[in-house]
Each structure stands twice: as C-alpha cells, then as structure tokens.
C-alpha cells in the first residue's frame, strides 16, 4: 500500500494527473523500489493506491512504455524493462571523483540525501544482505562551476563498511571511505549503461527539465574479495557530460 505522502505528491502535483501518476511509478524504478524484471502492482491495485481512475493510470503506463522504461506482457501484467545492452570494461577502475581529480577539475558535492535504511529484496541480493538488513543509502549531486553535472545514488553495504555512515562525503569519495573503513581495497565494477527521461526528482536535483534525457549508469562495485559494497546508479545530464573511452585492439 501507498502511505499518504505518495498520496498527497501524486495529487498534487503540477500538470496533467496521469503525468504525476507517470513520475510516480518512474521514481519508483529508478530508486530501485520496483527492480529491473519486476512486475509492477495491477492497474487496479495502482488505481486504488494512488486513489486515481484507472484509465489515468492506463495512460501514465502508456506515457512509460513509450519511454522504454516499462513493457507490457499480454495476460502477464507490465514490468520493468531489462536493459539490452551491458558494456564491460577492462580499464583502470576510478570512481568519479577521483577521474575529476585526475583531470584536475574542481568540483563541489553536496550530500542531499543520507539514512540507514533496511534493504529490500532487490538491495539485499545485490549486497549479499539479507532482507531488512540494515544499510547506508546515499544520494549526491557534483557540480563545476556552479552547475550539476552527476547525481550519484548509492546502497552501501555497512556490514563489510562498519562506521562508513559517520564519513563526510562532502569532502571524502566513497572508495576512499570504503577502503578505510573495511581494510580491503577496492576491487571490480559491473556496470550497465542505458538512456532515460530525468524525471521531476532527479531533474530538480540536476536542474534540468524533467523530460531532459540523462544517462543512467547502474553499477555494482566490490572489494578485492569479492564482496559486493555499492550498488546504485550514476545520472549524467546528456548536455553535460559525456564518456570517453580509449580502448587498444588486441
């Protein structure tokens, strides 16, 4: 069930009801509330949540569909989209803020979300936690010049971390704080890649429009054992940013 702070967000929202109840339901997968392949609630159960007709929530899925963020199986229900494409890379590993360093950028951050949550199922399988287990959850946007270029969400694993929730990630990067926290270096990434629509949140957070699109990169990052301790996406606005890679032909 909804509490009623999705309640009163979703009918309150600025525009046409079914593009609250669209921004709704896209929050909801890009926080990672509803995994990748996951079904999502019926029409009617979303209707009566949301307290909305379920016509409006007919067009708020058609709006995602269209997106490519949601697909719909005949006889099924709809569900979350499984990315197409998984790039891997074999390069040197560096978070992003230390590849801004390395370009001798400078940069600001500002944490502007942090707590200790419990994990849910999708949290916990990517974290080898169990379910309600407690862990960090991290939001932060960098900016140069005074403008947002990334906003970095992030799911870190404190039982591999003790005491990683008392850094300042104003000034401290994560694997810095990882790695001295856990006594184990840092390891190896999973990384997918696709594109999105910003939405209202993460567009507030990077001062764009929220139709803007961005890239989205999900990661899942380890130790040098192994253990998985970040899983979260970065969200690059597609005017800011771009990604380079230089690759050799074996």
């Given amino acids: 069930m909804s509490d009623g702070s999705d309640l009163t967000r979703v009918l309150h929202g600025e525009g046409p009801l079914h593009a609250s109840?669209?921004?709704?339901?896209?929050?909801?997968?890009?926080?990672?509330?509803?995994g990748v392949g996951e079904a999502l609630p019926s029409e009617h159960e979303l209707a009566a949540m949301l307290?909305?007709?379920?016509?409006?929530?007919?067009?708020?899925?058609?709006?995602l569909v269209s997106e490519g963020l949601l697909v719909q199986q005949r006889g099924r229900g709809t569900f979350v989209t499984q990315p197409l494409m998984a790039r891997p890379s074999s390069t040197r590993l560096l978070s992003f803020a230390e590849s801004m360093d390395a370009q001798d950028l400078t940069?600001?951050?500002?944490?502007?979300?942090?707590?200790?949550?419990?994990?849910?199922?999708?949290?916990?399988?990517?974290?080898?936690?169990?379910?309600g287990a407690k862990h960090l959850f991290l939001t932060r946007?960098?900016?140069l010049h005074g403008k947002p270029v990334m906003l970095i969400e992030s799911h870190l694993n404190l039982h591999v971390c003790p005491g990683l929730e008392n850094a300042d990630f104003t000034t401290e990067g994560v694997f810095a704080a990882v790695?001295?926290?856990?006594?184990?270096?840092?390891?190896?990434?999973e990384m997918s890649y696709s594109a999105r629509v910003a939405g209202r949140t993460r567009g507030t957070w990077l001062d764009c429009d929220e139709h803007a699109p961005v890239l989205n990169l999900d990661q899942l990052v380890r130790l040098d054992d192994e253990t998985p301790?970040?899983?979260?996406?970065?969200?690059?606005?597609?005017?800011?940013?771009v990604i380079l890679s230089d690759t050799m032909r074996a």
Avoid: M
């Fill in 21 to 34: 109840v669209a921004d709704y339901i896209r929050d909801k997968v890009y926080s990672k509330q509803w």
């Fill in 51 to 63: 307290g909305v007709a379920r016509g409006t929530v007919q067009k708020a899925v058609r709006t």
């Fill in 107 to 131: 940069y600001q951050t500002c944490v502007v979300e942090q707590h200790i949550e419990p994990a849910n199922e999708s949290c916990a399988r990517n974290l080898a936690l169990e379910p």
């Fill in 141 to 143: 946007v960098r900016s």
């Fill in 179 to 189: 790695e001295r926290t856990s006594g184990h270096r840092v390891g190896r990434c």
């Fill in 229 to 241: 301790f970040e899983w979260g996406s970065v969200w690059l606005p597609a005017n800011r940013c």
